[in-house]
């Protein structure tokens, strides 16, 4: 039978929809062969149809609010209604996911856009053993402890690798105009503004970002500074979009370059590196304002992911 | 060295800018302004210049004494500090355009969080920034100028300091020859360093 869904495909049948003026809502319809599906009254909301129905029987339509009010919208048949829901247009409050209604899957590809410079998202976890080796051959100062050192801070960095895109470590930025350099883009990109910055961020996003509500908030485990909301932006905007690299060894690159920068200014580094010693690793890297959290958590976390690797490859070579 | 890169920098521009579609007749010369090109509005406004700009800007550049940018209407050069308009043009770079040459910068996002962080390259201290950064440019490593959607911000390297030049927060920058420019979505603001 005929029904109305949201976008998460979940049945809104007889229910109360809240919309925003001038913000497209996506809605489908199951079963719409042959229906006609709008608002009874066209002075409240407009509808597209975005193409025909996917491989679940549904159908995609845009509702947009014109002005405040109430309609109901409707899927019928010779005057006979299959099904319908009331749709409450009021002023658009961008709160919740659903308020960025032009998010969607990668549609080209595993890509977002049709841009040749763009590739698919996906996760690259390095072998603790093979960054071990990396850095050990690229790095000539480094001993293998050191290596194994660097090691650790990268898997604390990445959550053993888990959170590596493309093999971007560090999760690297692109600008606005960087479109043809090779770049990808990540999911729930978020950043805590003042409620009217955020709320002109929004609504200038092109329906690619929206405020975070609470339950989305707690669902993410987000934190918040007093006074501030979460906006939240998705790819293609531009604000998801880092830098994607071939390699472990081009990606590690920059990462690497650093941390030699690091050394040159620190006189203490390096030894500290070739000694394992994660607990002066990361007072010195929290002075060089390399992270911004806990020194302790940082320096807890390195040893143990060092002490991990150790396990996992054995004795080190002097 | 700063000034062939300015000059290199104001070449790539213009070269970029120079570029037209086969079917428009030849560019006028430069100091002459089209009539069709309206001068965009330009006034002190305290230590700082505006600039209002039609619509988006899509490139926004200072080489030696001139800063120039492109929106709506066209490619506009103005001369600083004066802001006297030197040249317009109604054709625009149709892809990005080379800006300020000199050390790169990175600005990475650690853990995906709200903030981010600055490098600039052969630097060991790393500059944390409240929110992300949505525009950054370096002027020989000298300066780096940085916008957020709350702030610009100018870091000093070499003495890790940092200057809020706005508490409004920009999409595009600029920054060469002692100046910064930024664009806030409905002006151009330059200002001396």
């Known amino acids: 039978v005929a029904h109305f869904v949201n976008s998460r495909g979940a049945r809104i049948s007889n229910g109360i929809v809240n919309g925003g003026r001038g913000l497209p809502l996506t809605i489908g319809v199951y079963g719409a062969d042959g229906l006609s599906v709008g608002p009874n009254d066209p002075s409240i909301a407009g509808i597209a149809r975005s193409g025909g129905a996917d491989k679940y029987g549904v159908t995609w339509f845009q509702l947009t609010g014109k002005r405040p009010g109430n309609v109901m919208v409707e899927a019928k048949m010779a005057g006979s209604v299959w099904d319908f829901f009331q749709l409450k247009v009021g002023e658009p409050t961008y709160l919740g996911a659903e308020a960025a209604w032009a998010m969607g899957p990668p549609r080209f590809n595993g890509c977002y856009t049709q841009n040749p410079n763009e590739v698919p998202t996906k996760r690259t976890t390095p072998a603790p053993g093979d960054v071990v080796t990396f850095l050990h051959q690229a790095w000539s100062d480094l001993t293998e402890v050191g290596a194994r050192t660097l090691t650790a801070q990268f898997m604390h960095e990445t959550g053993n690798g888990q959170s590596c895109y493309n093999w971007n470590l560090g999760n690297v930025k692109c600008k606005p105009t960087e479109t043809t350099l090779p770049h990808m883009y990540l999911k729930n990109t978020w950043e805590l503004l003042a409620p009217a910055a955020a709320l002109k961020l929004v609504t200038e996003s092109q329906g690619l970002g929206f405020l975070a509500t609470e339950d989305e908030i707690r669902a993410h485990k987000w934190s918040r500074r007093g006074g501030t909301v979460i906006a939240v932006f998705e790819p293609p905007h531009y604000i998801a979009r880092f830098k994607a690299y071939a390699s472990l060894a081009e990606g590690a690159q920059r990462w690497m370059s650093h941390h030699r920068g690091v050394a040159s200014r620190f006189s203490g580094y390096l030894a500290a590196v070739n000694a394992g010693d994660c607990v002066l690793v990361a007072n010195i890297l929290f002075r060089a304002h390399y992270y911004t959290g806990s020194e302790g958590d940082y320096a807890r976390n390195m040893t143990a992911k060092k002490a991990q690797i150790d396990r996992q490859l054995g004795s080190a070579r002097s | ?193």
């Open chain 2, 1 to 193: 060295v700063t000034r062939g890169r300015d000059a290199l920098a104001a070449i790539l521009l213009l070269a970029a800018c120079s570029r037209r579609s086969p079917a428009t007749p030849p560019a006028p010369p430069v100091a002459q302004a089209p009539a069709a090109v309206p001068a965009p509005a330009v006034a002190p406004q305290g230590d700082r210049l505006r600039i209002a700009s039609r619509g988006a800007v899509s490139v926004l550049a200072i080489a030696g004494p001139r800063l120039s940018f492109c929106d709506a209407a066209g490619l506009h050069e103005l001369s600083l500090p004066s802001g006297r308009v030197l040249s317009q043009r109604d054709a625009c770079p149709s892809t990005a355009v080379p800006r300020a040459l000199g050390p790169e910068v990175t600005v990475r996002t650690p853990d995906l969080g709200p903030d981010d962080i600055v490098e600039v390259e052969g630097v060991a201290t790393s500059f944390p920034i409240e929110g992300h950064a949505r525009d950054w440019v370096s002027d020989a490593g000298n300066v780096v100028v940085v916008a957020t959607a709350t702030r610009v911000l100018e870091i000093l390297p070499a003495s890790e300091k940092r200057v809020t030049l706005s508490e409004t927060g920009a999409e595009r920058v600029a920054a060469g020859s002692g100046w910064a420019a930024w664009w806030d979505g409905a002006a151009i603001f330059a200002r001396k360093l």
